[in-house]
C-alpha cells in the first residue's frame, strides 16, 4: 500500500502522538491509539488500540553513538499488550476485526546498519503474561556493545521483571539453520538466561515458519552495495512465527514457567551474528 501526499498535507505534533498525512492519520496517548488509513482506493482501515498494559522503557530509552554522542537510537515499547477493534478494507470489502496488538515506538540519527550489528526482537502474550525481548548489539565500530532489553509483565501490567544490561546476561545458540534466500546461517533455537537481582530469567527461542524475508543488501542500488562492502555489513531482515518457553525463578522461591507461540524477528546487518567473527 503506497500513498502520495503532499507536503502541505502532512502535520506531525511534537508534544505528543499526533499524525495527520493527507486523510490518513495516528493519534494516542499511551492508552488509546486510533490509526485511519483511507479506504478511497479500495483497501484501508480504521482501527482503535486499547492498552491492557503499562508502557516501559530502559531508563531514558536513549543510547548514544559516537565519541561526543553525536548520534542516538531510543526505543520505547508503548503498548506491550493492547485490545485492537474497528474495520479493515481490501478490494471495497471491509469487514470488522477484533484481537491482540501491540505498539513499540523507535528513532534516531542513524541509520540501522551504521548502528547495530543484529537485534533480536520478540513478543508474547501467554495467559495474562506479557513478555517482550529487544536484543540490540552494536556493529564492529561501536565494539559490538549489547543490549539485552527485556521485561515481563502481568495482566494488570505490574513489572515483574525487567533488564538492561548485560551484566548477567548469557545467550546460547542451541541450533542454527541456513536460509537459502538470503544464503546466511540464522539460529534456529537461541536461550537467554538473564540475572536481575534475585530473579533470573530463562527464555528459550525456537524459530517456526518464515512470515518475512527482506535482503536489503541485494535490493540496494551499487552505489550502497559498495558502501556496505566497505563497511563489511550485509543488511538483511527476517520475522518468524515460533514458539518459547519461560522460566522465570524468583528470590522468594517462587517461579513462573509458560510456554507458547509467539513473533520474532532478526534484523541482521553485520557479516555474523556472532559478533567476533
Not at 58 to 72: H, I, L, Q, R, S
Not at 108 to 113: E, S, V
Amino acid at each position: 500500500m503506497t500513498r502520495d501526499d503532499d507536503a502541505d498535507q502532512a502535520t506531525f505534533a511534537t508534544d505528543g502522538c499526533r499524525i495527520q498525512l493527507g486523510k490518513d492519520s495516528f493519534t494516542g496517548d499511551l492508552e488509546t491509539y486510533h490509526i485511519v488509513v483511507d479506504a478511497a482506493d479500495g483497501n484501508g482501515f480504521d482501527i482503535t488500540l486499547t492498552s491492557q498494559s503499562t508502557p516501559w522503557r530502559p531508563g531514558t530509552g536513549y543510547v548514544a553513538f559516537g565519541e561526543d554522542d553525536e548520534n542516538y537510537f531510543t526505543w520505547l515499547c508503548v503498548v506491550p499488550k493492547g485490545e485492537v477493534s474497528g474495520t479493515v478494507t481490501i478490494d471495497g470489502q471491509t469487514r470488522e476485526v477484533h484481537g491482540f496488538g501491540y505498539h513499540d515506538h523507535q528513532w534516531g540519527n542513524l541509520l540501522h546498519p551504521f548502528a547495530w550489528n543484529s537485534w533480536i526482537w520478540a513478543r508474547q502474550n501467554i495467559g495474562e503474561y506479557t513478555i517482550v525481548l529487544f536484543d540490540l548489539v552494536m556493529n564492529r565500530t561501536f565494539g559490538y556493545r549489547h543490549y539485552p532489553l527485556a521485561f515481563i509483565q502481568d495482566g494488570q501490567g505490574n513489572l515483574l521483571f525487567s533488564n538492561t544490561t548485560d551484566e548477567h546476561t548469557r545467550v546460547d545458540v542451541i541450533e542454527e539453520y541456513h536460509q537459502e534466500q538470503v544464503h546466511r546461517d540464522y539460529p534456529r533455537t537461541i536461550r537467554y538466561t538473564i540475572g536481575n537481582g534475585d530473579a533470573t530469567l530463562e527464555y528459550t527461542l525456537t524459530a517456526g515458519d518464515e512470515l518475512e524475508i527482506v535482503d536489503v543488501y541485494s535490493a540496494a542500488p551499487e552505489p550502497a552495495r559498495a558502501q556496505f562492502d566497505a563497511l563489511q555489513l550485509h543488511p538483511t531482515y527476517t520475522r518468524w512465527v515460533g514458539h518459547a518457553d519461560t522460566h522465570l525463578a524468583m528470590g522468594d522461591g517462587s517461579a513462573l514457567d509458560q510456554s507458547g507461540p509467539f513473533l520474532y524477528e532478526m534484523s541482521y546487518n553485520g557479516l555474523s551474528y556472532k559478533n567476533n567473527e
